[in-house]
């Protein structure tokens, strides 16, 4: 029972973060179509910014989630308002204006920062471990994992139970029929791209303390979003949370029995199969025309 239940808690962590790094990639993708390849520097970036309100001005890094999320929300906004904003309908460019943006991103915090690794230190509170059925769990994934799905909660209220979700959903169907009615694409866009980059720079500053700081600590993470939002499909909330619970479980399972490395590659072995069978993912939902 130790064992069974400490793999499950293991693939729900992993699951936590997959899912706060995807979340807000999908959030951008399906609503404006944005593939952005940028987000993995977003993550990075709200890492940054947790060690350095850690080092340079003493605040917990619970204290700086919220300015974190400003922080990085309003990068988003001005990359989409400067940059992104010109590129719609233009998918390639807007592929390589993203890249770009990460890799200037990446040198920009290593001629500032340096190039060497930061460490964030864990919430002295949560820097303990809980026991659930004998198993014995960190109580800061544990609240990674609570954190995580009422981020997804609050999304995905916003997203169907506001006016500003109708208008979302609006534009993801048909811009031009939502703009006939008077929606101002442009600012959902601009709002859309902000608030996915801030969920990004949170999901960056809470892992932080687990894994260590640099400038290229985004590359990794942008591969596994994309790989939860091409399984979930790329329109569905719900795809998300559902498929990084599968991939979290899986990869957790894996490595149990060889290690993180084999399972990483068994389970994007698995993905690019199950793409040329279902490339509209596992959860794809249907749109009306």
């Not at 995807?22 to 977003?42: C, D, K, P, R, S």
């Not at 720079?201 to 942008?222: D, N, Q, R």
């Amino acid at each position: 029972m130790e064992i069974f239940v400490s793999q499950i808690m293991t693939g729900l962590s992993i699951a936590s973060i997959l899912m706060l790094v995807a979340l807000g990639l999908a959030i951008i993708y399906g609503v404006t179509g944005v593939i952005n390849l940028a987000h993995g520097e977003f993550v990075m970036l709200g890492a940054y910014a947790a060690w350095f309100l850690q080092t340079q001005f003493g605040l917990s890094l619970l204290v700086s989630l919220v300015p974190i999320f400003i922080l990085v929300a309003l990068f988003g906004w001005l990359i989409e308002a400067l940059v992104i904003r010109h590129l719609y309908e233009r998918p390639l460019d807007t592929i390589l204006a993203t890249w770009g943006i990460g890799v200037m991103a990446q040198q920009a915090v290593r001629l500032i920062a340096g190039g060497e690794l930061r460490y964030v230190e864990m919430p002295p509170a949560l820097a303990t471990s809980v026991t659930i059925f004998g198993a014995s769990e960190s109580a800061y994934r544990l609240f990674i994992l609570f954190l995580a799905l009422a981020l997804f909660a609050l999304t995905w209220c916003i997203y169907r139970y506001t006016h500003f979700g109708l208008k979302l959903r609006a534009i993801a169907q048909n811009r031009s029929i939502a703009s006939s009615f008077g929606i101002n694409s442009g600012r959902i866009y601009r709002f859309t791209f902000a608030y996915g980059a801030g969920i990004a720079g949170l999901a960056g500053a809470l892992v932080s303390p687990l894994k260590s700081v640099s400038p290229e600590m985004g590359t990794t993470y942008v591969v596994d979003a994309f790989m939860v939002v091409v399984l979930g499909g790329v329109q569905s909330l719900m795809g998300t949370l559902a498929s990084s619970g599968i991939l979290g479980e899986l990869t957790g399972y894996i490595a149990f029995y060889s290690n993180d490395t084999i399972a990483k590659a068994l389970v994007l072995l698995a993905i690019v199969v199950l793409i040329r069978f279902r490339p509209q993912g596992l959860f794809a939902g249907r749109v009306r025309t």
